[in-house]
């Protein structure tokens, strides 16, 4: 087979065809940063810095397919889409500490009544102040603009090397928008005492919340202009880890189908970052149209069960664990690489990567294996 650029290297894997090598995309942020002696809140509060050191490391190591994103993320990043405090090293954490979110209740029960009735826009504007309180209404618009103005420059520097960016905007589902609005500990007792309700809110806010992200200003029409291959579609607590299957058809995945979809539907790949343990739901995924989707998975879900569901309808992407990345060897970590790209790779389908970000505090030897093991393993005969 001839030689791929790494753009059609990683359509081919998407359509669950089989490309010249299994694509490389490793996600790193902070593993950048401590790699280089960088405290974390200098790295968060620079994004200059943060894109050149990702740059540095991504040259260092070699290289890979596609930059996981092209930009780092920042405080107001995060509150743009995930309705949590987040404590924030230099402020409330010390500086080389990583950030963390704070589960308190940032929604009240009578906010899905608010929900119903004014809809998502009008939701979103409700609970972000709650999410960043630093911050006065009137500078939302600016900070939004030069976040995305950092997004698009941070996406031309990669493009100028000719290196591609993988995913760049988010969309986060009604129930992971809820669940974390609410608290875990708030929303499950909500879905037990209030069902009608919760449903009613998420039939409710869907079709805003799709609208905005495919038409607004950071929307996945504008982005796939700069250069992104794919849209984030992040969800955690959805899962099997906190969630029964029955409670899952009923509660997310008629809005994940809904999201997912409609981002077809606008020639964009929904990539389903899915963290903790999916595999009781993953039979729901072949409802999506065959090769149209990225399902990113970060080793609590049996990626090789995923393989023999979804084996030639959708693309599989992950999983070298956070903990072998931490504490194994680099023969180990080689050796789960070998076998990924053979059980998952095999016949196409498949995107090495991490198991989520790459920790903070990762071997850097084992994070260079991991790569060098995906280049050496993964080319198809």
């Known amino acids: 087979m001839a030689e791929m650029t790494a753009h059609e290297r990683i359509d081919a894997a998407i359509r669950c065809e089989q490309p010249d090598r299994v694509p490389i995309i490793p996600m790193m942020d902070f593993f950048c940063a401590r790699y280089k002696g960088v405290p974390l809140d200098e790295f968060i509060a620079d994004n200059d810095l943060g894109r050149e050191l990702l740059i540095e490391v991504f040259d260092e190591f070699g290289g890979w397919d596609a930059t ?95 290196v591609l960016s993988f995913t760049g905007v988010a969309i986060v589902p009604p129930f992971e928008f809820f669940s974390m609005g609410r608290s875990l500990k708030e929303f499950t007792l909500d879905l037990y005492r209030h069902p009608d309700k919760v449903v009613a809110a998420m039939d409710a806010i869907t079709p805003g919340l799709i609208e905005a992200t495919v038409e607004g200003q950071l929307g996945i029409r504008q982005a796939t202009g700069w250069g992104y291959r794919t849209c984030f579609i992040g969800s955690t607590r959805a899962s099997g880890t906190f969630i029964s299957p029955r409670m899952f058809e009923r509660f997310a995945w008629p809005y994940i189908k809904q999201i997912a979809l409609a981002l077809i539907d606008a020639g964009v790949t929904p990539l389903f970052h899915f963290d903790s343990n999916w595999t009781p739901m993953l039979s729901y995924f072949k409802e999506l149209p065959k090769g149209s989707c990225v399902l990113e998975l970060d080793s609590a879900t049996d990626i090789f069960k995923a393989k023999e ?21 680099q023969d180990e970590v080689a050796d789960y690489v070998k076998k990924l790209v053979e059980v998952v790779g095999e016949d196409g389908g498949f995107i090495l990567s991490t198991g989520c970000d790459t920790p903070v505090d990762a071997r850097p030897e084992n994070v260079r294996a991991m790569i060098d093991a995906g280049k050496s393993y993964g080319i198809y005969n």
């Open 309 to 329: 569901v979804l084996k030639g309808h959708m693309c599989l992407m992950g999983d070298v664990p956070a903990a072998l990345l931490k504490l194994g060897t």
């Open 68 to 162: 996981f994103q092209s930009t780092t993320l920042n405080e107001f990043a995060f509150a743009l889409t995930l309705p949590i405090p987040l404590k924030i090293p230099g402020r409330e954490l010390p500086g080389d500490a990583v950030w963390q979110f704070d589960e308190i209740p940032v929604m009240s029960l009578e906010d899905y009544d608010f929900a119903i009735e004014h809809g998502w826009q009008a939701l979103w504007g409700k609970v972000f102040p709650a999410v960043r309180p630093l911050t006065p209404p009137n500078k939302i618009p600016e900070l939004l603009e030069s976040w995305v103005g950092q997004a698009i420059k941070d996406t031309i520097i990669w493009k100028e090397r000719g």
